[in-house]
């Protein structure tokens, strides 16, 4: 499966003019609910996470009240994959150490050390299939993640520019995951609103970048046009 996903990166990169080096990437298959809660602690801006805070203490102190809420029962049980940094991955953990209580705080200093054993700069982490029909979906999660750092070993994250930008992120990454198995036109349009603020998020962004890059033939193109907006967005 990762054979077939790397080669895919591989050639996307070769195709938007990046760089592309197998030192890049790094991930691990874990569990669902390892993910999701990683991705609460570390301040993901899902919008059914903000309720429970919005800084890396609140969310630690409130992992009790996330843990009984319909909102983990429910993201537990969808794809999930992120990627950390071994500096965000230390930054957590010692706020967990600190501010963690019950149960949970030995749970989630033990996936912590878990990350860290791996985690050389960053890595993905990346839901394990339980079942056969899930292998497609992991390799999907695996393919956007991917992505993700291929922007960023490429200096084309938003998010460093302005955290707020994340938003960019998720798009130009869903782009490119549409681009590596031919389906990129689908994103220039419009699509209905869905009740998933997030998919919300991700098809709007995503159809921003497929109009941006859709008439352009050549890497050096692509690149150049990418370029000029991450430029522009510094401003």
């Not at 969808?78 to 150490?97: N, P, T």
Request: hydrophobic share 35%.
């Amino acid at each position: 499966m990762t054979k077939k996903v790397m080669e895919s990166i591989k050639k996307t990169a070769e195709a938007f003019g990046m760089l592309y080096d197998l030192r890049f990437f790094s991930y691990i298959f874990v569990t669902r609910e390892e993910i999701v809660l990683r991705n609460f602690i570390s301040g993901c801006p899902e919008y059914n996470f903000e309720k429970f805070g919005k800084t890396l203490e609140k969310r630690v102190k409130n992992i009790g009240r996330f843990v009984n809420s319909i909102d983990f029962k429910k993201h537990r049980n969808d794809a999930q994959g992120c990627v950390v940094s071994k500096i965000q991955a230390l930054q957590e953990q010692r706020f967990v150490r600190s501010w963690a209580r019950g149960g949970w705080r030995k749970k989630l200093l033990k996936m912590y050390d878990k990350i860290l054993v791996h985690c050389i700069d960053e890595l993905i982490l990346v839901f394990k299939a339980e079942k056969k029909v899930e292998q497609k979906i992991s390799e999907g999660v695996l393919s956007h993640e991917l992505m993700h750092q291929l922007l960023d070993h490429n200096t084309l994250e938003f998010a460093r520019i302005n955290p707020k930008h994340w938003e960019l992120d998720e798009g130009l990454a869903t782009y490119l995951d549409h681009y590596s198995i031919g389906k990129h036109k689908l994103l220039e349009k419009k699509q209905k609103k869905s009740k998933d603020k997030m998919h919300n998020v991700y098809a709007e962004n995503a159809r921003t970048f497929a109009l941006m890059l859709n008439k352009l033939k050549t890497p050096q193109q692509r690149i150049d046009v990418l370029r000029k907006y991450y430029d522009k967005m510094r401003r």
